[in-house]
Each structure stands twice: as structure tokens, then as C-alpha cells.
């Protein structure tokens, strides 16, 4: 597919961009960016970006605000989404690099932003595509929003991660001469169907998750990766801690 990646202008796109927002968090959702705070965002060193394909429509955006986070400037991407019919396709990955080129060029080292634990396709992502390192465990960081199609039965948990825009880090760390820890947590494939399909059943997954992982994020470990399974096969996060160096 043709696509173009750029900033949004005029009234026109901001429309567009607030339309999708509807398609993806639900139109009653209380978390909707107005056009007229996508514009001020735009002006004061935001990033506020489209994907577009040859006729000019919409296929998915990102937005930001800048600021300052432990006395240094920092950039949180608030927003991403892509339409259903065009996921999967890598347009999400291509929004977050033009961001993230964008940020770079106001000298800005350091991105973060949230996703939901529970997602498997924002953690293949995120983890696998963006190489993101996890900062905190946040349980209901939105509030519970029955009005949010993301967010309803489960509430709004949340990953905080970090991009670092200067430079990208191994995922792995140091190294070390003896073998790192590891451990798994299995998320469901699809926790959205799951939602509809049998709503106590993804209230367990999302009480069972969250007691592990801020477990193993307390006790010093870090989420170092993520399996995407496919069919029957599982999908899980592989945390890691890394004994001391060895001379």
C-alpha cells in the first residue's frame, strides 16, 4: 500500500483524527482528543501525526505532548491507533518512527507511553518491533471507563515503557558469565474477543497478570521480551534477572 506519514494541518485532518479515535476507544469514551487541543499540541511541540494512503484518507495517527520528566525533556506519545482493516500491516511501527524522528530533531532523548498489559499485538510491538524497555506496572492508570471499548470489564492497567530517542539499547543489558534468571507470564491471545466472549474469565487473566507482574518487577526482575503465539500455541512475557557480573 501507498502510504504517506505526516503532520496533521488543517481542520480537515484534525476531524479525521477524532473520527478514528471514536472507531477505536468508542464514541462515548471520556478520553477523546478534541481537534482543538490536537491543533494547540501541534503548535507547542507535539507531535501530532497521519497515515494516509493514496486517496487522502486516514488510516491511522499518533499524538504527543512534550515536557519535562526528572528535570529533563521527555516526549509522551499519548495516542496511537491505525484502523481495523489496515492493522497488521507495519503502518503503526512507521507512525512511531516518524515520531520518534521528530522528536529527535528538538534534541529531545527520551520518549515514553502506555499500553495495556494484556494486548498481545501492542506488546509484539512495542517489545519486539520497538525494542521499548518497561518502566512501571500501573493498575488502572485511566480509571475504569465502562464507556472506553479498550478499557471496559478489565479497566485500565498499564505499562509505562521508555524509547530512547538518541540511542537504542540492547534489550538484553550486560552480560553476564553466569546464566540469567527467566520467567514467564502468559497473556491470552486476544483480550478483547475474550472481553465479549466470556467477560469473568478476562477479569481473571487481568487480576492473575497483575499480581505476577508487579511481583517480578518488585523483586528486581525486567521484562526483556515477548512471544506472540500463534493457533493454540501460548503468547507470554519472558522477564529476566540478571545475577552479578563475574570477573
Known amino acids: 500500500m501507498d502510504t504517506e506519514i505526516r503532520l496533521l494541518e488543517t481542520l ?10 471514536r472507531e477505536t476507544w468508542g464514541a462515548a469514551s471520556r478520553d477523546l482528543v478534541p481537534p482543538a487541543i490536537l491543533q494547540i499540541t501541534g503548535k507547542t511541540g507535539g507531535v501530532v501525526a497521519g497515515a494516509f494512503d493514496s486517496n487522502g484518507t486516514m488510516l491511522g495517527f499518533v499524538y504527543g ?5 526528572d528535570g529533563e525533556p521527555c516526549h509522551w506519545s499519548h495516542m496511537l491507533a491505525v484502523g481495523e482493516a489496515h492493522r497488521n ?10 515520531q520518534r524522528s521528530k522528536v529527535a530533531s ?16 501492542n506488546a509484539h510491538l512495542n517489545l519486539e518491533k520497538l ?33 530512547d530517542v538518541k540511542t537504542r539499547q540492547p534489550r538484553g543489558g550486560r552480560k553476564a558469565r ?14 478483547q474477543q ?54
Open 12 to 21: 480537515d485532518d484534525f476531524r479525521a483524527c477524532v473520527a478514528l479515535q
Open 65 to 69: 505532548i512534550t515536557g519535562w520528566m
Open 89 to 98: 500491516q507495519g503502518i503503526g511501527r512507521d507512525l512511531k518512527a516518524f
Open 106 to 121: 528538538l534534541d529531545i532523548p527520551t520518549m515514553y507511553w502506555t499500553y495495556d498489559p494484556l494486548v498481545a499485538r
Open 131 to 163: 525494542g521499548v524497555s518497561v518502566v512501571e506496572y500501573v493498575p488502572d492508570m485511566y480509571g475504569d471507563d465502562e464507556s472506553s471499548t479498550t478499557d471496559s470489564v478489565i479497566g485500565s492497567d498499564r505499562f509505562v515503557v521508555r524509547w
Open 178 to 191: 553466569v546464566e540469567a534468571s527467566r520467567t514467564r507470564v502468559e497473556i491470552p491471545a486476544d483480550i
Open 194 to 247: 475474550l472481553k465479549q466472549d466470556a467477560p469473568d474469565e478476562a477479569r481473571v487473566w487481568r487480576s492473575r497478570t497483575r499480581e505476577a507482574l508487579q511481583s517480578h518487577l518488585a523483586s528486581g526482575r525486567r521484562v526483556t521480551g515477548f512471544h506472540r503465539g500463534s493457533g493454540t500455541e501460548p503468547s507470554y512475557y519472558t522477564l529476566t534477572s540478571n545475577p552479578p557480573e563475574t570477573d
